[in-house]
């Protein structure tokens, strides 16, 4: 039986507003997940939806689906019985018994209590009951289930007037399905009491402990979070654990501070044994238009004899922001100061080889493009020399493409320049210690489709440059200057053939493309900064221009062919392969030997994958002479995956090219596996051995929990330099989702 009700008539409607909120009071225990911590702990998990509580607009109708609906007039009490299904709004409400009593303006609800919300949570009571024009309840059997898939249960809920509801008896999990045969949860906090004050947002837990297997580890008599509605509120966050030769043992405990609701700061010290204190601060701040952040180390070390570093005093001060000019514009930096190279390394902070700082202005529109910025590089490795390293002002890109089509094709425009001074110049690359640069290119292209099947596209380009350049060795004059005018222009056809194999569908592509294009010119008096390296292969053989950057220019006419060829199976499974070459027919050559590319006729270049199932995977690619003579650059990667063990093996043999950065043979392999113990646990390992120098330069080793509401992995590390000197570090993480992340690492 169906019958619709007013807001005036049951009121059976306001029953689900009110569970909304109250029932879902209790669910502040997921205030822990809004600690920063907590949230990039949680990033891969389901995103949790706040409950809404608020109440469907004024006229509303309620709609009652029951077996039985009565009311009595005397003692004014209605009375839906059976499957009562109650849908007021958004939400729907689910029981087998509801009552209410006008007269006390008291309604109850029983038998398997069932709310869902407009959220996608759910929350379910064997009994409710709610009075005082919905102000106070209490339910018994509280149990939700969220859309994060976190379960909280409580065995008695009661909500005061005041805005106090008490929970008794409560329990919060993340875990779905790692539980052990009796139903207890991997981990699960368990608390005699839990008070969420509505007013001050704030959460009270009394006698509370985290379990895992059942077992207490933790625990505490009382402390205090805030609700889910918090998003930022002071209070300290989880501590880290550290080890390291600089510094021996450490613990640091951020302390976040909630300034204003736009801004924040965390403080970070870092109690060590062998050095004192780190102090560790970072400020963020969100503007109107932006955000920013500063963050600062710095430390009086007690025992500089640990460290490579005479001086006592060290530090590094980061910073990064980004601020919005307009719905185009915006603007930003991100610079690192350091006191010394080796600060951030020995302390665990960063062990990057490199720190870049910068300052950039972007434009964003549509697929057109604008950018203007500085650069500052700063090296870390100790021996190499500062002075070679340049500063770039500015360093500006450009990409515009057209609405109009001309001649029935797209046309676009680019531009890139740059102007960077150096202190000394370096001559492995030929560096000079000034350089300004600035080349624009217009470019056409059409695509169109034969009669026959080709897939033809003609395109067009005229590049223009502009140089400045100082102390270029080798060049005709400390200061040269050169200015070009380098037109292009080319076609490419590709003729892909289909065959239906009955297993697998196959596409045959033959490809045929020629270039020609004016004389690279000056390139001897011109600084070769950002086109130094090449790896001509497969991936690149169908170029226009086969440099990585615009201080090379490839010239001269060229015809490129080639077939593509793919195999797709229904299984999912897939063969791919490719084999083609580059003839350089008329003009100046702009390849020396290295590339693959010097001479009429380039190598061969070629690759592989294949993969008939989820199983086994093979890739291979190569460069190779044409009359297969040598194989001059050559990859393969092999990756297996069974039912408890998986894992890839690696090869590479690249050949030297000082030309182009490679000053001399590299020959590594490299693999890792990971084997399933069962259950949730795994063992792993990896290495990585380079062949030419007889020497593993990485190892690991380790062993990981994995299920869908913990993870923890313990890793033993080796890796080794070229000297010969070999860094051991240990690491531990334990993720609980939904609650946080507490990691160690130590350096020995």
Not at 206 to 225: Q, R
Not at 357 to 362: E, G, I, K, L, M
Request: with cysteine.
């Amino acid at each position: 039986m169906k019958q619709n009700h007013g807001m005036a008539g049951f009121r059976l409607g306001m029953l689900v507003q009110t569970c909304a909120g109250s029932l879902l009071l209790f669910l502040g225990l997921v205030a822990v997940l809004d600690s920063p911590d907590a949230l990039a702990a949680t990033a891969k998990a389901p995103k949790f939806v706040a409950p809404e509580t608020d109440e469907p607009p004024p006229g509303t109708r309620v709609d009652v689906i029951a077996d039985v609906l009565t009311y009595d007039g005397k003692g004014k009490i209605a009375t839906a019985i059976g499957t009562v299904r109650i849908t007021y709004g958004k939400y729907t409400l689910i029981a087998t018994k509801v009552v209410y009593d006008m007269t006390r303006d008291i309604f109850r609800a029983n038998g398997s209590v069932e709310l869902r919300e407009p959220n996608g949570n759910i929350l379910q009571a064997d009994m409710a009951e709610l009075n005082d024009k919905f102000k106070e309840g209490f339910a018994h059997h509280v149990r939700a289930l969220l859309t994060n898939d976190v379960t909280i249960t409580a065995n008695y809920a009661r909500r005061y007037e005041n805005g106090i509801t008490i929970y008794e008896n409560v329990t919060y999990t993340a875990c779905k399905t790692c539980v052990d045969e009796g139903g207890t949860p991997l981990w699960q906090i368990v608390s005699a009491e839990t008070t969420h004050d509505s007013n001050t947002k704030t959460l009270y837990y009394k006698d509370a402990s985290l379990e895992i297997g059942g077992v207490p580890v933790l625990w505490t008599p009382y402390f205090s979070y805030p609700d889910p509605s918090v998003k930022r509120r002071t209070g300290f966050l989880i501590p880290n654990f550290h080890y390291g030769q600089a510094y021996g043992f450490g613990v640091s405990t951020p302390y976040f501070w909630e300034v204003a609701a736009n801004k924040d700061l965390t403080v970070t010290p870092r109690l060590m044994t062998g050095q004192g204190v780190l102090a560790d601060a970072e400020w963020r701040h969100r503007t109107a238009n932006g955000q920013y952040n500063l963050r600062g180390y710095g430390l009086y070390e007690l025992d500089p004899d640990r460290t490579t570093e005479n001086s006592r005093w060290r530090g590094a001060v980061a910073s990064k922001g980004d601020f919005k000019l307009n719905d185009v514009w915006s603007w930003g930096w991100d610079g690192t100061v350091v006191s010394d190279r080796t600060f951030l390394d020995d302390y665990d902070l960063d062990d990057g080889n490199m720190l870049t700082s910068s300052v950039h202005v972007t434009g964003l529109s549509g697929r057109n493009y604008a950018s203007a910025q500085s650069l500052h590089y700063r090296t870390l490795v100790e021996g190499e020399r500062q002075d070679r390293l340049p500063i770039v002002l500015p360093f500006v890109t450009t990409s515009y493409i057209f609405d109009q089509l001309v001649l029935g094709g797209e046309v676009s425009f680019d531009m890139s320049a740059y102007s960077l001074t150096r202190d000394d110049p370096d001559n492995r690359f030929d560096l000079g210690t000034e350089q300004t640069r600035a080349v624009a290119n217009l470019s056409w292209q059409r695509q169109y489709i034969t009669g026959m099947g080709q897939l033809v596209t003609p395109f067009a380009r005229v590049r223009s440059d502009l140089y400045l350049s100082e102390d270029v060795p080798g060049a005709s004059d400390n200061d040269t200057s050169s200015a070009h005018v380098l037109p292009s222009a080319g076609v490419d056809i590709r003729w892909p053939f289909i065959a239906d194999h009955g297993f697998a569908q196959s596409v045959m592509t033959p490809v045929f493309q020629i270039i020609a294009a004016g004389n690279e010119k000056d390139e001897g008096d011109i600084a070769n900064e950002d086109a130094i390296t090449l790896n001509f292969d497969h991936t690149n053989l169908f170029l226009t221009d086969r440099f990585s950057g615009m201080d090379r220019y490839e010239g001269g006419t060229r015809v490129n062919l080639g077939v593509v060829y793919n195999l797709l199976a229904g299984n999912g499974g897939f063969l791919r392969a490719s084999l083609g070459e580059s003839f350089h027919v008329a003009g100046e050559n702009s390849f020396v030997t290295g590339s693959g590319l010097d001479g009429t006729k380039s190598d061969l270049v070629g690759a592989v994958a294949f993969q008939p199932n989820d199983m086994f995977r093979f890739t291979y690619q190569a460069r190779f002479e044409e009359d297969l003579s040598r194989i001059n650059v050559h990859e393969a990667s092999l990756g297996l995956t069974f039912d408890r063990i998986s894992g890839s093996l690696n090869y590479a043999d690249i050949g030297s090219a000082s030309a182009y950065g490679r000053m001399s043979d590299e020959q590594q392999v490299w693999g890792d596996v990971r084997y399933s113990l069962g259950e949730a646990w795994s063992i792993f390992g990896g290495f990585r051995y380079d062949i030419e120098d007889s020497r593993f330069m990485d190892k690991n080793i380790g062993v990981a929990f994995d299920c869908d509401c913990m993870n923890a992995k313990l890793t033993y590390s080796e890796s080794q330099d070229k000297k010969g000197e070999t860094d051991h570090s240990l690491k531990l993480s334990v993720e609980l989702r939904t609650i946080g992340e507490v990691k160690g690492g130590f350096k020995f």
